[in-house]
């Protein structure tokens, strides 16, 4: 980065383009902050999911896009003897979530791997569960990480994606620069085109919040889906 754009971000706060950027990849010295901040707002969401996954003892399951890792521990609870995995294409989220999950990764329960969802460094049918939250906005083109879900997941597992509505994210400055937003209906069709069938959706009214000027209550979508 340039001196005096360094400078303009110290100053002003990151630009819309920059929050979008940090958003789909943290990177540098803002990911610490990023990942923060995206604890305190979605952590709703991670409840929702945890809740539509209906985990059963001694279940496999992959989180992708897990940003700086901060509810493993509250996910390892919800069953016994979960063998957690954890994907993410940011070097710098992969090494948050390391430090700060050392006892279950020490005791073998969490692994972490620095890679991306449309080629998963995982066997076939490795998992029960595949999840994500706040990540299908930023796949250009579903498809290829559609068909990668669908051969790491064991015969009766599901995918359960958590997404803010288009509505809800509009509001946001930031998502025209590179996001792909989509209503429930949306998602559907995208699920169908690419080999999945859709089981159940959860909405989650979350909090009103104060945004760059703009009052609103998001509204996120807990969808979870077969593979056909
Ligand atoms: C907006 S953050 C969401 C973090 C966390 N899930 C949350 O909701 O608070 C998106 C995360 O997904 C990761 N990510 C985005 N696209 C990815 C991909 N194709 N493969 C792996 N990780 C990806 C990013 O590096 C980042 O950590």
Known sequence: ???????????????????????????????????????????????GAWKAL?????????????????????????ANKLVLHGLDFSADMVQQAQANNGEL???????????ASDAMPFADAAFDRVFCINVVY?????????????????????????LRTRASMEKFPFVPYGFTTYEQADWERVLRANGFEPVSTTVLREPETEFMGARFTPESLVMVARPL
Do not use: C
């Open 54 to 78: 209906e985990l059963r003892d001694g279940m496999h399951v992959l989180e992708i896009g897990f940003g700086n890792g901060l509810f493993f521990p509250t996910l390892t609870r919800q």
């Open 138 to 162: 930023f796949w250009d083109d579903p498809s290829g990480h559609l068909r990668e879900i669908k051969r790491v997941l064991r015969p009766g597992g599901t995918f359960t994606a958590v």
């Open 105 to 115: 990764i020490g005791k073998g329960a969490l692994s972490l791997v620095h890679g």
């Open 1 to 47: 980065m340039k001196a005096l754009d360094y400078l303009r971000l110290l100053i002003k706060g990151p630009t819309p383009q920059q929050t979008a950027a940090q958003l789909r990849r943290p990177h540098g010295f803002l990911a610490r902050k990023v990942a923060r901040r995206m604890n305190a707002v979605n952590r709703l969401l991670y409840d």
